[in-house]
């Protein structure tokens, strides 16, 4: 059972790079979230989805980007990355909007 | 503004003895509470819920208790186990534009053998 299933695990990019981080999910989930835990501090949504081709910023969207062209998939972009985007990013996937979300195993970014 | 509050972030328990994690939260529009544990290098796995219909919700060792006018709830593990050590999440949602879940910092447990 795959669930929640989020590329790279690890990434170390240089200050003005840009890449995609890739989030697919294959329960059919509607709800699709991005969130990115920094060190001593609890998970920050940057964007969600309730459904394909719909999203909407979360508390921490400046400097990223999303799309949702399929139920299944919600790839995070970062177009110009910079230091403080040093975190860990979850990806996770719900049936209905607040309630039990699954999230992937994470992906460890290090702007340098 | 935190919404979701775990004010000690850490709690060390003897293997076999009660460990109690609380969370606190200041919006009265949520209506929806859960537990989330953390392994390392792993997501957020869901570990229990309550709703603010109940003040009690238990699942084999582990049992949430809610508070509505406190606007507290805790999460009691008996007995503790040392695979039990890891970060706990506490999250909260309610509906419309409360829907999203806010989480709190977490709380890391650590089971002494």
């Known amino acids: 059972n795959a669930g929640v299933t989020q590329t790279p695990k690890f990434r170390i990019l240089k200050i003005g790079q840009s890449m995609t981080l890739q989030c697919t999910q294959d329960?059919?989930?509607?709800?699709m979230y991005w969130y990115r835990q920094d060190p001593g501090m609890g998970l920050k949504l940057i964007y969600y989805?309730?459904?394909?081709?719909?999203?909407d910023k979360g508390e921490v969207p400046n400097g990223y980007n999303v799309s949702r062209s399929t139920t299944e998939d919600f790839p995070l972009r970062l177009e110009l990355a910079a230091p403080s985007q040093t975190s860990v990013y979850f990806c996770?996937?719900?049936?209905?909007?607040?309630?039990?979300?699954?999230f992937g195993q994470g992906t460890r970014l290090t702007v340098v | 503004d935190q919404q979701v509050k775990q004010n000690s972030p850490s709690l060390s328990v003897q293997e076999g003895r009660i460990s109690i994690l609380n969370c606190d939260y200041t919006?009265?529009?949520?209506?929806?509470f859960l537990w989330y544990k953390k392994y390392p290098a792993e997501g957020p796995t869901f570990l229990i819920s309550?709703?603010?219909?109940?003040d009690k919700n238990e699942d084999g060792r582990f049992t949430v208790f809610l508070n509505k006018s406190a606007k507290h709830l805790s999460l009691h593990i008996v007995p503790s186990q040392p695979g039990d050590s890891a970060v706990y999440f506490c999250?909260?949602?309610?509906?419309?534009?409360?829907?999203?879940?806010?989480f709190g910092k977490g709380i890391t447990l650590s089971v002494r053998p």
């Open positions: 996770a996937s719900s049936s209905h909007h607040g309630t039990e979300a699954f």
């Open positions: 329960m059919n989930h509607n709800y």
């Open positions: 989805s309730v459904g394909a081709g719909i999203t």
């Open positions: 919006n009265s529009m949520f209506d929806y």
């Open positions: 309550i709703s603010s219909i109940k």
């Open positions: 999250a909260a949602s309610g509906a419309g534009a409360n829907s999203k879940l806010t």
